[in-house]
């Protein structure tokens, strides 16, 4: 079983920066892909970056988010450049694993909010 507990959202104006952590308990392994989602509120939850055997952004975020991961410590972190009010949402890390038999399961932290406003 596995844990997740974000921390790090807040009100941040434009063009401001935010860095998200999200920290596992349990067993986090090297094959599991670490990510993070949000969701704007009355829409559904998007993928924004993930990390696993390779690094995937969302376009709208290409060249301001990076996500980074620390096998060691069991974390995942975005880093948020030059927000833009487009990014308010509830951010929500993920970890997908695949197991025996050609099934997956996803594990979900309980979401941090991240409010881009002057």
């Known amino acids: 079983q596995v844990q997740l507990v974000e921390s790090g959202g807040g009100l941040v104006q434009p063009g401001g920066s935010l860095r998200l952590s999200c920290a596992a308990s349990?067993?986090?392994?090297?094959?599991?892909?670490m990510g993070w989602y949000r969701q704007p509120a009355g829409k559904p939850r998007e993928l924004v970056a993930q990390?696993?055997?390779?690094?995937w952004y969302e376009s709208s975020v290409k060249g301001r988010f990076t996500i980074s991961r620390d096998n060691a410590k069991n974390e995942v972190s975005l880093q948020m450049s030059n927000l833009k009010p487009e990014d308010t949402a509830v951010y929500f890390c993920?970890?997908?694993?695949?197991?025996?038999?050609?099934?997956?399961?996803?594990?979900w932290g309980q979401g941090t909010q991240v409010t881009v406003s002057s």
């Open positions: 993920n970890v997908w694993r695949s197991l025996h038999g050609g099934t997956n399961i996803n594990y």
């Open positions: 990390e696993g055997d390779s690094t």
């Open positions: 349990g067993s986090i392994f090297s094959s599991d892909v």
